[in-house]
């Protein structure tokens, strides 16, 4: 009788809700270490998303060696310095100025990283793969995580060197890397603007 009345609780849409709006990018972490249960735990919630024709594309790769990660950090930012210089774009000077520190590290110093990836890279797999993201982070939350999306590195992890380096296949295509860690603080709530609604008929 308790089993079924935990399964119901578990299963509350307002659970639920209530991690969709405590999700934060964190940014700032503490140097504990997640254990691999809980990536195991992470890795499961991950392939319960939807996946189109069931074909279930994504792959993954765990990083948590901090030698790794730090090299990895600097060739990301390399690649980003390069592709910035001349571009006029504001964003592109922005990001630029901020990897340009000698100190920053793109992963926050977070000591796991977690990156989705697929040998496919059409429409459907590339959403199938954010899909999967989104469950991670959203059960991350619900450990009393903090995950952040890391754009900056997919250029990084899908040149040979780094493929290489992981021991992947060149066939696959890096697409979604989360960080992961202990929150070091609390992150302020970022406010939403309203759904932009185009049509309702």
Request: aromatic fraction near 8%; charge should be positive; charged fraction near 20%.
């Amino acid at each position: 009788m308790t089993g079924s009345h935990e399964t119901k609780k578990n299963e509350d849409p307002k659970n639920a809700m209530a991690i969709i709006y405590k999700r934060r990018a964190v940014r700032d972490y503490l140097p504990q270490k997640i254990d691999k249960a809980t990536i195991r735990f992470l890795l499961d919630a991950a392939v319960h998303a939807p996946t189109a024709m069931h074909e279930e594309p994504w792959s993954f790769v765990i990083i948590q060696d901090k030698k790794i990660l730090k090299s990895l950090s600097d060739s990301a930012k390399a690649i980003i310095q390069k592709e910035a210089q001349g571009s006029t774009s504001g964003q592109a000077k922005h990001i630029f100025d901020i990897v340009n520190e000698p100190d920053f590290n793109i992963f926050y110093n977070a000591n796991s990283l977690i990156v989705i990836y697929s040998k496919f890279a059409t429409q459907f797999v590339l959403a199938d793969c954010w899909l999967a993201a989104e469950n991670l982070m959203l059960a991350a939350c619900a450990k009393g995580l903090g995950t952040c999306v890391i754009g900056l590195a997919v250029s990084a992890l899908n040149t040979s060197e780094w493929k290489t380096k992981l021991d992947i296949s060149e066939n696959m295509t890096a697409i979604a890397p989360i960080i992961l860690g202990f929150p070091a603080s609390e992150t302020p709530v970022v406010s939403r603007k309203p759904p932009k609604i185009l049509v309702w008929k």
